[in-house]
């Protein structure tokens, strides 16, 4: 990052383009698994040898396999192993995950019958008997555990908490010697499950203590962990009316009901219980590793020492010790970096340090910036680095002497020795060509073609500007912005503009060699507006006029991109190109493109092909943007298909937003754009930044996943970086860590400001290391994973089938928790699905992101929309992908109007919903305000001022301004929620039973999808029979 050079550590390995950063050699699947029917008929596990007991075979080592049973797939024990692997060897993220049998539970007919009802390949033996009915779970809290007793096979007991004696006829029945035959496939579980119904029945209070016979002898695996939790809490059991002793539950009566919702983990209630433990407080970091509260939970953050959570978190605040521990977890340990990130009026700032000519103080051997990780040592002399260790002299002008703990005297005076994150102002050592930047420019580029001009959006535009340009960002002390601003127009040909403060008339310059792009013009076209003001006043009023009678519909993209780097490029600044777009650029020119969109592709191989640029030329481009700094911010206006895969390319390189509004309409849509413009003009941004990520030894940052572009295996570069971006860095170990010194993190963003000063953003973080497993699951973040997983898949996507990459996504969910299970919760029957506290609503999230129209292409889902998704949700931070993923749904027929608070969240899920009900839905993008039919007349009144439902219009895009206190609430809410986001979102009005109620649907994501994503129920019971297969 400096000119000074830097000591790399060992050679970084490249790592594997698999998902995540793991090998890529996922080979074949081993089972034809699909994502919403889960596998297929003829796959099932191997059976572990009659008389191996569970508590003999630790993890990692090989017990004695047989054969498998006709039609069945063997799963090799690499597959299963989740001990240390051959040193190293690359952990897999698995050769496709192993096959869930799905000769699934079909239940008995309702007749007797002769033969057991359903015979499981791998229950061989009564030891490892495998329950596999998903039929009755049970909620019970181990600790820090959730258990969900399940699966309970025709004719097994119920598993209940706690030792229990059964009668004679209600022993475990094992499955009678002889030809395993397959039962007759009605419905797999996972797609259908159609459940008896359940009896409920009370937990058996009283503590039971872990069993300390159970305990595993030590093998070649980690040793098995048993984490002392207190006692165990009884839960609600439930468990279905004769199942025993009389064989398979004799079913009367026509229904089967399905699972009770509310007996699995609720992501409202734990987000409830989160803000009602730790909302409105102030969170001090002052301690290594302590785990911030969820991104859904408002609290006053106070720096003392480590990084706010607003601008680093991670998916656990306790790494594990070593790379063997990490193998056997596979939780993914990664931060999520948001190194912009706003900070709230009522905390404060972040402070910035200038040491002058010397500039930042920095280890002398890994080059991290001072920092509360150092040490000083020899009365304050030395100081030893955090990171590395080496010892290094304190220069004289930073030299302090110690107190008696051996503390600075000035410790609290420096926010380098004492806060979290801070910044350093640059020397010219790091700017580039050792001059000081200039103050970055934003050029406004504008499609003139025949759609826009007829459409106003050309006018709007215009219009817009001329109050905007008011509003350019600038440092809170100065009075004016120091950006410079320039206008382009375009279609075929692009046309310049002179608008010197100087001249009476704008001059226009028309380039029409599109193949070799210059700037016609260096004095005037970049220009401070306060000074310019009435020549671009002037050009905005005239631009709409001197178009109109345009009939060029034809339009170039590339070349635009272009001219915004030479622009740049001439002026020696950088800066942040406006494009406002709207058809696929069809003109001869570089980045020419056809419309490609194939729906027969989808659920083929071929189907990455349409996440893939169709021509080379952009990602030469956004390499050439990077490379000058120059951001590109592109406002899409479709109305078919633009190619979004290689037109947003650039964009995303770039740190830019894309920003996309179909079938743009003037009155329905303008307010939408005008909102996101505004935003993004005045939002706080970083320019020609390069960001490096630092840590202590043992571990070091392998992957990265963002809206950036990396030319070596080290340095992020982000041509621009604003508050909105975030980036996910994967960590790997190199070598043990060590549980007193812990795993330290630095983020060090190189930047310049839009005052054209350079500087260095730091952001330091300290994490925990620890040999028990148990640790690590208990300070995991479930919303922080998700972001990590959504944006491996969606890099995954573009070298794997999407098939297999949904296929990793369910084999890493059940491994994580399978391991959890065997580790670290209390000893229970196979049958019981265990979940760790923090991960309880993994399963749930990790269902939402499988069900995401990126991973399940279906013919109704433009592959733009895909591709838009695709490519916003690469740059999300941790609040945006947990919104996105589990939108949130209000009642607000239920407001209280006489308080301030916002009604409390409800499940995500059809079954929530009332007739009598008005319910809002908000997932960042989209906004949807649904009508129950049985809506209350005075309801409706109050909000949009007519009698009666049928005298709604769902075209409104926005409610009337009315002045009652039910209109007045409801706006403040609207207001509110739109205000945490980065992306307008547009209100789609939605009457029960009417045909928008599908969109508004599909983000219902408790409900089995009509694109064929599973339901939470069922997905749950895949995990469940995963995690089965992968413990017997």
């Known amino acids: 990052m400096s000119q000074q050079g830097y000591v790399a550590a060992p050679p970084y390995s490249q790592s594997q383009p698999g998902i995540g950063g793991f090998s890529a050699r996922f080979g074949p699947p081993s089972s034809s698994l699909h994502y919403g029917h889960y596998g297929d008929p003829s796959s099932s596990y191997s059976a572990p040898q009659p008389g191996v007991s569970k508590s003999t075979v630790p993890f990692g080592s090989s017990a004695p396999v047989e054969p498998p049973p006709p039609s069945t797939h063997q799963i090799s024990q690499t597959n299963i192993q989740n001990g240390p692997s051959t040193p190293g060897q690359q952990p897999h993220r698995f050769q496709g995950p192993p096959p869930p049998s799905n000769t699934g539970p079909s239940y008995p007919p309702y007749s007797q019958q002769t033969q057991p009802a359903y015979l499981n390949a791998a229950s061989t033996s009564s030891t490892t008997q495998l329950a596999n009915q998903l039929s009755s779970m049970q909620l019970n809290t181990y600790g820090p555990g959730t258990a969900l007793s399940s699966c309970t096979s025709s004719g097994h007991p119920a598993s209940f908490q706690g030792p229990q004696l059964l009668p004679p006829a209600q022993q475990q029945n094992t499955l009678p010697p002889g030809p395993q035959v397959p039962p007759p496939a009605v419905n797999s579980l996972c797609a259908h499950p159609s459940l008896p119904p359940m009896a409920r029945q009370d937990g058996i209070p009283g503590s039971v203590p872990p069993n300390p016979n159970l305990q595993q002898p030590p093998g070649p695996g980690y040793p098995p962990q048993q984490a002392n939790y207190g006692p165990q809490m009884a839960g609600s059991q439930l468990s279905y009316p004769g199942a025993f002793p009389g064989g398979p539950a004799q079913l009367s009566g026509p229904l089967q009901k399905k699972l009770d919702p509310d007996s699995i983990p609720s992501p409202i209630q734990v987000i409830e219980n989160d803000k009602a433990s730790r909302g409105g407080q102030i969170y001090a970091t002052n301690t290594r590793g302590q785990v911030p509260p969820l991104v859904t939970t408002d609290c006053i953050i106070q720096d003392q020492g480590h990084a706010s959570p607003r601008f680093i978190r991670c998916t656990t605040y306790c790494f594990p010790s070593s790379s063997e521990m990490a193998k056997q977890a596979r939780i993914p340990l990664a931060a999520v970096i948001q190194p912009f990130a706003v900070v709230p009026p009522n905390e404060t700032p972040l402070y910035v340090v200038n040491h002058g000519d010397t500039g930042p103080i920095r280890c002398n051997r890994c080059k991290a910036y001072m920092c509360p990780f150092m040490q000083f040592i020899e009365g304050g002399r030395r100081y030893q680095c955090g990171f590395c260790s080496c010892v290094n002299d304190v220069p004289p002008f930073f030299f302090q002497h110690l107190d008696h703990v051996g503390q600075r005297v000035d410790h609290y005076e420096r926010p380098e020795l004492s806060l979290g994150s801070y910044e350093f102002i640059a020397t010219l050592d790091y700017c580039r060509n050792s001059k000081p930047p200039k103050p970055p420019a934003y050029i406004f580029m504008i499609d003139v073609s025949y759609n826009n001009i007829k459409s106003g959006l050309v006018r709007l535009i215009c219009n817009e500007l001329k109050t905007l340009l008011d509003k350019l960002p600038r440092e809170d002390q100065e009075e004016s912005s120091a950006i410079r601003v320039g206008f382009v127009t375009y279609n075929k040909v692009l046309h310049f503009f002179n608008v010197k403060s100087s001249l009476a008339q704008p001059q226009m310059m028309v380039v029409s060699d599109v193949g070799e792009v210059f700037v016609p013009l260096l004095d005037g076209f970049l220009v401070n507006f306060q000074e310019s003001r009435s020549v671009v006043t002037n050009l905005l009023d005239q631009i709409p006029e001197m178009f109109a009678d345009t009939n060029e519909s034809e339009t170039i993209f590339a070349p635009v991109i272009q001219a915004g780097i030479e622009a740049l490029k001439a002026a020696e600044c950088a800066g942040k190109l406006f494009i406002f777009h709207s058809s696929l650029p069809t003109a001869e020119a570089p980045g020419k493109l056809r419309n490609r969109d194939d729906k027969k592709l989808l659920n083929t191989d071929k189907e990455k092909t349409l996440f893939q640029p169709q021509v080379n030329a952009y990602e030469a481009l956004a390499k050439d943007c990077v490379a000058n700094g120059c951001c590109v911010n592109l406002f899409l206006f479709p109305n078919q298909y633009v190619d979004i895969a290689s037109m947003g390319l650039v964009t995303m390189y770039t740190g830019g937003t894309l920003y996309k509004y179909n079938n743009f309409q003037l009155d329905a849509d303008s307010s939408q754009f005008l909102s996101d413009l505004r935003r993004d003009v005045e939002k706080k941004t970083g320019f020609d930044a390069i960001m490096r990520v630092r840590t202590s030894t043992g571990f070091r940052a392998t992957d990265f996943f963002g809206a950036i572009y990396m030319n070596n295996t080290t340095d992020v570069e982000m041509a621009a970086v604003d508050c909105d971006k975030a980036v996910t860095v994967e960590f790997k170990h190199d070598d043990k860590l060590s549980e007193d010194s812990g795993a330290l993190i630095q983020c060090a963003v190189l930047y310049t400001s839009v005052s054209g000063q350079r500087r260095l953003r730091i952001h330091n973080i300290g994490l925990n290391c ?28 573009l070298s794997q089938p999407l098939k297999t990459v949904r296929d990793i996504l369910v084999s890493q969910t059940a491994h994580m928790l399978a391991c959890y299970k065997k580790n670290c919760a209390s000893p229970s029957a196979v049958s019981q699905l265990i979940l760790p506290d923090a991960m309880k609503v993994l399963p749930v999230y990790m269902n939402c992101l499988l069900k995401s129209c990126v991973l399940m292409g279906r013919p109704e889902i433009p592959t733009d929309e895909r591709a838009h998704q695709r490519q916003l949700v690469m740059s999300m931070g941790v609040a945006d992908t947990q919104l996105f993923f589990y939108p949130q749904l209000l009642p607000i027929h239920s407001l209280d109007l006489k308080s301030d608070v916002v009604p409390a969240a409800i499940r995500c899920s059809e079954e929530r919903l009332s007739e009598g009900g008005a319910f809002l839905l908000a997932n960042g993008l989209s906004l949807f305000l649904w009508l129950g039919v049985s809506t209350p007349p005075e ?40 205000s945490q986001k980065p992306y307008t979102m547009k209100l789609v009005i939605v009457k029960q039973r009417e045909q928008p109620e599908m969109l508004f649907r599909q983000l219902l994501v408790e409900d089995k999808s009509s694109y064929g994503g599973a339901s939470y129920v069922d997905f749950l019971c895949c995990i469940h029979k995963e995690i089965c297969q992968l413990l017997s």
């Open 939 to 978: 309801l409706i009144q109050g909000l949009f001022n007519v009698p009666s439902f049928a005298h709604i219009s769902t075209e409104a895009t926005s409610l009337p301004d009315l002045d009652n206190p039910f209109s007045k609430k409801l706006k403040s809410i609207l207001e509110h929620l739109q």
């Open 770 to 797: 620890s040999s028990q497993l148990a640790d690590v699951y208990k300070t995991c973040e479930t919303d922080a994973l998700i972001n990590f997983f959504a944006k491996s898949a969606f890099k995954a996507i």
